[in-house]
């Protein structure tokens, strides 16, 4: 746990800089709208610890796979985002001499990044090796209100009358660092004096960065333009005490969005338009952007401010990174702040992120999501055919962009096949939640069917127990590998298998057109296939404990050592950065919420004496080493009434970067976790649930020290106010 | 399966060349002495397809580990023999124009390798694309009789009057195809008209090979040396009919043996010694020692000429790729026939070559295979405490040169610790065999104890079952993966733990001084920690299933689906090659002998009957895509009674290469497994065990087929030589 950010209710803020917290803050500082975005790195040069990183949204490249043993069914590639063009670059020289805050005396440093309007901020003074004193301030975004445009303002202030120049460029000659050989993934495809074009290998995207610089206190001194890097430089003397200002306006266009030809004027449009608009305007369109977001969707949390900050960080991440207008588009693990999990959509997106959505964004965004995945369902049935398992049935990547799997862990990307489950019940969720069982003709039911066709298939029946079996799978905790009859995998295939069922009827007697023609084209054998669903789904098998009375994770989970948490030795958590693998498998400890999982998405499937119980048997043996660990805990902590579980776990959720629980923030923010942190206010402390009749349903499990919760959702066309004041939850309709 | 060579009792043959088996024949007629060895690739220039591989003992490069997702507690490098110098080059122009069977037409070609003396000859007429026709003669070999040298004579006799070059030639400026990241493996150390000196980077091992050519029909023109490549150069114009030859001497000495600064005097004084004695002497030294060699392990099947010639093949291979000689060395699992495996030791070398040295090679040589372990044993403490077990337990890894870990797969390196069993095993049947106990107090017990410190922490009590349970390993049949309580390893446990306990009473009664030492060494404490073995040992946890009546391979066994090798559709075996990892694992198909191979270990302790049943329950779910597989199963058979199956595994085992059934005999010959079917042999078809008072026993279980079967082994000292006919064994003792 690191912590060296002040605490407040709307901003994030470093007012000391340490070189040691440089890399953190590159992460936790870092800006994005949904289509470009990038980590909070210096604008100027910075030769100290830094792991630069701007993102394009679904750009990927296929970077060639690598293991050390090759097993069938491995995706030849592994896709990852790129890391782009550096457009914030700036480079500054005050009496010749670079301006590098590692080689300088930093005299003051503060950044902020304030939530309301995504707008990142940096104001230092500092004194060069050859003496010269300056002070500076720096503003940049990245544009909610036009998703092809990020600005940058850079202002300079010398103590004493200086000769500074300043280059603004773009560098397109950038590497990955998780790249698997060292590849460039890029190439220059042109440039001029304002623009750079560059083409991913192999995949063959074009991007283009067009800028328009305006500069005040300095004359132009010409220009720059080589293979991946262009730049525009600015020179003269400044008094004392003078300020020199460079305001940078780029547009940023890729060839996912407009036909090739176009993309340098389309780019250059952008940036022009901003400079005419200039930046005092663009920055008041910026607020009104993001103020008009968070009116749908912040929560508030009377009493505790490291809540508060908390939970606004997590929404703030959440908006920035998926802004829902693309069905092409998913939410990277990491957002745009940094290179791990490779930028791909994950079972994430349906598990912990789309109920934010949903409620936070509107139905279409969470639409979107939906669609993803049917457009990618022709992928998944070619992918459950290369492990096996044909006649329509699908089985979903667990790392894509394009529907292709990316992942190569055999007990991951074979195994770990709850991800089926999660795509279900977003489904659900979505149809629970706006009623529009439309969709369910129109798209769902297609990709329901495929699955549950995986799921008949992958199961088998047992003869010893005389109940239908899945073996060799890793549920969610990822702390086990290859283990049978994962009670969290049994479930979600038997509900899934039963709500296809049922989903199927229900077309047949309400959209007997739609129903028809889907049956028609997947080749639907309605009695026995339905009849297949539903044996499977009513014989499947699910250990369970009589003597604990619980659930069990898998078989054989109490052969285990009985030992908690508190067992673990001092020193050696987090338990995958100290212990060898069959160590952890072996060991009762637990990554995430597993059995848990399962009563978080189906509450009211369970008696509540079994999700206490079960809460009390596998939480204190959870080691949370999952980002998406604590938030599903603090929930069910709140359910049953745990209040200090739930307090201590929905920090931890929503602090998780903030504080570096993990350890790992350098690397970037947890984005699809953050979004899972507003479950465990929403589902969790206000037990928000859609009953049979479509009516939102609220109960508090307030803890005490929180004075009040207020937070909004959109629902089924209008904002609905919740307040939450001890035992009370007050509902208050705004007409949308 | 492939089948292209004649059959034979002693020689293999390849009387037509296809460049289609090239590459297999490269494999298949690969000679080596134990020290210096390689694939038959052709001494001239050839285009064709072609794995060159030329490898000295011992000699390893730690090439950098390559994994897509790093577990903790993975080595860092996977050691590796290098490709080394191609001592064998011979260049070869005729009227200007190279030499190069797959450039020319080939009229005539015969490849022989006389399994009696290890001399591989070719003999080829072909002509060129100038049109000149030339029949050519080689004979190479590695001798047995010095293991530092290698001779070749290559001979040349043109249809019509020729201009004719040879370039004699070393080039270590060679590759490994098996590289992680296409690094280069050697450094040239030195050159001069006559030697290369090369030196491996990172681990420093230096080798230096020298030549003398001695030529006849054609003059010397010269020589060539730069780094990593030397020639000398013949010439001349060579009458119609005229027959040209080369004798090619190659001393080739390392670091391993000699100081460094000696390595270039001492090889060419082999090669001098070579010269002088001359090519006829030197083959003729090579037969007398290879006949040494067979007179105390050849193995005589009469009626059954596949079988025959299998077996000799076998025992041909395990004899040149290990002498004994040093305990620094092991057995690789390709020999010196390719680069598959890495040429580390794995437990092949216990479980199935160790009984064959024993028994063809003596006592000595078995010894030095328990030495190799007992020498690394510091570094297996190391190995067992990176994976948090301590107290002086040893796991033995999976793969290694010098007791370092090189293999990383979490499933096998840290899970497949059967390897353990079968270290304790091998110090257990040596003892058995040769009556030194004397081994047991000098090295034997060190090892034991370790392994049972090991066992009773890698073992944790269950509470749910009431007795000792292993969670988390891999059997011997790799197609299973993280499984708890298999059989086998929890049997190799047990008995392991109560042989150690046992050890440690005879010890402490019959070698008290030795014993004292060691357990003050060790901090041996007699009382609890022999407590500990014997309470682990007698309350382990075996899993059977009571209504079949057999012993389960891992719990959940049976609830795969009952399905048999006979429902695997055509086309989709191997298996490995066909199948993703989830449907192999969750299937009941068995890669080699899991329960079957502790049976196989101990026939003694087991009911006929239940062996009877494992077998006819295991063996139809048997795919044997393990080398070590069909020799196991063939032994069992045969003590069944089960004839067919003892005979189609059998020749299954013996033949597993030269008729090609795993389609990888590209990559090179199986030479540990080549060792274990002299086991299907000795301790299956002709019953051998050693009893309680130290009296081999011999027992027929021969098939019809064959009308008799005579071998020899050594034991205490003696030679016996064995008759089996019908049910009938004769064992007559040669003195040695």
């Known amino acids: 746990?690191?912590?060296?950010?002040?605490?407040?209710?709307?901003?994030?803020?470093?007012?000391?800089?340490?070189?040691?917290?440089?890399?953190a803050s590159e992460s936790l500082?870092?800006?994005?709208?949904?289509?470009?975005?990038?980590?909070?790195?210096?604008?100027?040069?910075?030769?100290?610890?830094?792991?630069k990183g701007c993102y394009v949204a679904g750009i990927y490249y296929p970077d060639k796979t690598r293991v050390g043993w090759w097993k069938v069914g491995y995706p030849e590639t592994f896709d990852k985002t790129p890391n782009s063009a550096y457009w914030i670059g700036v480079r500054v020289r005050i009496d010749g001499e670079e301006l590098d805050l590692h080689r300088a005396d930093i005299k003051e440093f503060r950044r902020e990044l304030d939530l309301r309007d995504g707008i990142l901020t940096r104001t230092f003074r500092t004194v060069l090796p050859n003496g010269a004193a300056v002070t500076v301030r720096t503003e940049r975004m990245c544009c909610l209100f036009c998703p092809e445009m990020g600005t940058l303002r850079y202002s300079i202030t010398p103590e004493n009358a200086a000769q500074i120049t300043i280059d603004a460029y773009i560098d397109g000659n950038v590497l990955n660092e998780e790249s698997?050989?060292?590849?460039?993934?890029?190439?220059?495809?042109?440039?001029?004096?304002?623009?750079?074009?560059?083409?991913?290998?192999?995949?063959?995207?074009?991007?283009?960065w067009a800028m328009q610089n305006r500069v005040t206190g300095l004359e132009s001194s010409g220009g720059e333009d080589r293979e991946g890097y262009v730049a525009e430089k600015f020179s003269g003397t400044v008094p004392a005490g003078h300020t020199v200002t460079l305001c940078k306006y780029v547009g940023i266009v890729s060839?996912?969005?407009?036909?090739?030809?176009?993309?340098?004027?389309?780019?250059?449009g952008h940036a022009e338009r901003g400079a005419r608009e200039g930046m005092e305007r663009l920055q008041e369109?910026?607020?009104?952007?993001?103020?008009?977001r968070w009116e749908q969707c912040d929560i508030e949390i009377e009493g505790d401010v490291k809540a508060q900050q908390g939970i606004r960080f997590c929404i703030f991440q959440a908006l920035q990174s998926y802004s829902g207008d693309y069905p092409e588009l998913n939410i990277a693990p990491k957002g745009f702040s940094g290179?791990?999990?490779?930028?791909?959509?994950?079972?994430?997106?349906?598990?912990?992120c789309l109920p934010f959505y949903l409620s936070g964004s509107g139905a279409e965004t969470a639409r979107n999501l939906l669609l993803f995945r049917y457009n990618q369902l022709d992928k998944a049935i070619e992918n459950a055919q290369k492990l096996g398992i044909g006649n329509g049935a699908a089985l979903f990547p667990m790392a894509t962009f394009n529907g292709r799997e990316c992942h190569n862990e055999w007990e991951i990307t074979f195994e770990e096949i709850h991800r089926n489950g999660a795509i279900a019940y977003a489904i659900y969720y979505y149809v629970q939640y706006t009623g529009d069982t439309a969709y369910l003709a129109s798209n769902g039911f297609e990709v329901l069917a495929a699955l549950s066709r995986y799921w008949v298939q992958r199961a088998n029946f047992s003869e010893a127990k005389r109940k239908y079996v899945i073996l060799g799978v890793t549920g969610p905790n990822e702390y086990e590998n290859n283990v049978n009859n994962n009670w969290y995998t049994n479930y979600m295939a038997a509900w899934t298998l039963r709500y296809a069922a049922d989903t199927a009827e229900m077309l047949r007697r309400e959209y007997p057109n739609d129903y028809r023609r889907i049956a028609a084209r997947i080749r639907l054998q309605y009695e026995e296939e339905l009849a297949r669903w539903i044996d499977v789904s009513e014989n499947m098998f699910f250990p369970e404990d009589p003597a604990l009375n619980i659930t069990l994770q898998q078989e054989g989970y109490l052969d285990k050592e009985p030992t908690t948490t508190a067992d673990i030795p001092e020193g050696e958590r987090p338990l995958n950065q100290h212990w060898s693998w069959d160590r952890i498998l072996r060991s009762p400890y637990i990554k995430q919420a597993d059995v848990l999982q399962g009563m978080f998405f189906f509450p009211e499937h369970f008696d509540k004496g079994l999700i206490y119980r079960n809460f009390n048997y596998y939480e204190p043996r959870t080691v949370h080493e999952s980002s998406l660990s604590p938030s599903v805990h603090a929930a069910i902590a709140a359910w049953i009434g745990n209040e200090e579980k739930a307090c201590e776990l929905f920090l931890r959720a929503v602090r998780l970067d903030l504080?570096?629980?993990?350890?790992?923030?350098?690397?970037?923010?947890?984005?699809?976790s953050a979004a899972g942190a507003w479950l465990a206010v929403v589902r969790g402390f206000a037990g928000f649930r859609v009953d049979e009749t479509g009516e939102p349903l609220f109960r508090s499990h307030l803890p005490k020290r929180w004075k009040s919760l207020k937070f909004k959702i959109l629902f089924r066309g209008k904002i609905l106010q919740i307040l939450l004041n001890g035992s009370k939850a007050e509902v208050r309709e705004i007409k949308k």
């Open 1 to 23: 746990m690191k912590h060296y950010l002040e605490e407040d209710d709307w901003k994030i803020i470093e007012s000391r800089f340490s070189e040691e917290n440089a890399k």
């Open 29 to 51: 500082f870092s800006i994005a709208n949904g289509q470009i975005g990038g980590r909070a790195s210096f604008e100027e040069t910075y030769t100290g610890p830094s792991m």
């Open 180 to 208: 698997n050989y060292g590849e460039k993934f890029w190439d220059g495809a042109g440039h001029d004096p304002l623009s750079l074009t560059m083409r991913t290998r192999k995949s063959g995207f074009t991007v283009c």
């Open 255 to 268: 060839s996912l969005n407009h036909a090739e030809a176009t993309l340098r004027s389309v780019a250059l």
């Open 285 to 292: 369109k910026q607020r009104e952007a993001w103020a008009k």
């Open 339 to 352: 290179e791990k999990y490779a930028g791909g959509a994950y079972w994430d997106t349906e598990a912990f």
């Open 659 to 672: 504080d570096d629980y993990n350890r790992e923030i350098e690397e970037g923010v947890h984005v699809t």
